[in-house]
């Protein structure tokens, strides 16, 4: 762990309900009604909503028409990915005034490290948030602390439009009784484990032993036992890779036979190579993926190493998925790739903030 002589200063900013907010931006008139973004044919799914759907219990990744059941009046709008890139680059130029280590992780959040600046890290994060405020009509919230995993944390700690900082002497207490869930990497099934073995909060992980946790859950054990102690000396990366790219598509009508799936698969690779053209150009490819999701929502993929976006390989994919479902129609289908990783020495920036 860092001493207070040596610490490092790392801001975590997320942007609030991006997506939604510049939305009502563009439509004044909505401001104050429960608005989504994404699943407006009614049979996708949310991509976000703003505090106001929030309060019914609609949140991302919720299909659409469960959202619809929980807010009646919920106003759904279609995306605009080039309008939300734009503002994200924006965001990214007055990050840029501030720091050159900035490791973005999607369109509305990033990692800034600010140690090399005389300036309170606070004090900092409050002037990025007020820029933003004032060039783009948008807020973010922040965290601060002496590196990513507990910055991050910090950062949901006064959403919205709101910061938070984790100083060095205080991380023990802030740990102690945060729940594991908020660890990076624990999903539902390790959290689950975790429950099944006493351990509710970081408090309890730092009771066990690092053997005894690298015995229960391998080395990822390892993580549980420096993460609880708010240990964590990942870098800010500003050479992030990317280490895929893809798109889908869920239906107002689901897909009743493999023919119609294909129809679909043809539309999805074209997008994926304009997509790969205009960004990516330059990655080499490693294999395609092929996602498809049935009426029940269960999903599977299928992957086949590629040099490219091959048609006849993609199609295949498609109808080994499809066989899987035994039947079922289908409400989604995806086509990705996963690139090669970039060399040591070769890396450029590939995700857009």
């Not at 601060?144 to 991380?171: M, T, Y």
């Not at 150009?281 to 490219?308: H, L, M, N, P, Y």
Request: negative net charge; aromatic residues 8%; proline residues 4%.
């Amino acid at each position: 762990m860092f001493s207070p002589g040596n610490e490092r200063k790392i801001i975590h900013v997320d942007m609030d309900c991006f997506y939604a907010a510049i939305e009502l931006r563009e439509r004044p008139e909505l401001v104050g009604k429960p608005v989504a973004v994404g699943g407006s044919s009614g049979r996708g799914v949310l991509t976000t909503c703003n505090y106001e759907a929030r309060a019914f219990g609609c949140h991302s990744a919720m299909p659409a028409f469960k959202a619809r059941a929980l807010c009646p009046d919920l106003i759904m709008l279609p995306t605009n990915f080039e309008l939300y890139r734009e503002e994200s680059s924006r965001i990214r130029e007055i990050f840029a005034q501030f720091t050159p280590l900035i490791e973005p992780l999607s369109l509305d959040e990033a990692y800034l490290d600010v140690s090399h600046l005389d300036s309170e890290a606070g004090t900092i994060a409050w002037e990025i948030r007020e820029r933003i405020r004032l060039e783009t009509g948008l807020t973010a919230s922040a965290g601060i602390a002496p590196n990513k995993f507990l910055a991050k944390i910090a950062s949901d700690w006064r959403k919205p439009d709101g910061q938070f900082e984790v100083r060095h002497e205080e991380i023990r207490d802030f740990l102690t009784d945060l729940p594991v869930k908020k660890i990076w990497g624990v999903g539902k099934r390790t959290a689950e484990r975790l429950k099944q073995a006493g351990i509710h909060t970081c408090g309890n992980l730092r009771e066990r032993s690092e053997v005894e946790l690298v015995q229960r859950f391998g080395k990822f054990g390892r993580s549980l036992y420096h993460l609880s102690r708010g240990i964590d000396d990942r870098p800010v990366n500003p050479h992030r890779e990317r280490k895929s790219l893809s798109n889908e598509r869920t239906f107002r009508e689901n897909l009743t036979s493999l023919d119609e799936g294909l129809a679909k698969l043809e539309e999805l690779i074209v997008e994926l190579r304009d997509d790969l053209s205009g960004r990516h150009e330059e990655r080499d490819i490693r294999e395609c993926v092929v996602k498809v999701k049935f009426e029940d929502f269960q999903s599977t993929s299928a992957q086949r190493a590629a040099a490219g976006v091959e048609t006849e390989a993609m199609r295949e994919l498609l109808a080994e998925a499809w066989e899987r479902g035994e039947g079922k129609s289908v409400r989604l289908i995806g086509a990705g790739v996963r690139f090669r990783p970039v060399a040591a020495g070769e890396m450029e920036q590939l995700e857009m903030f």
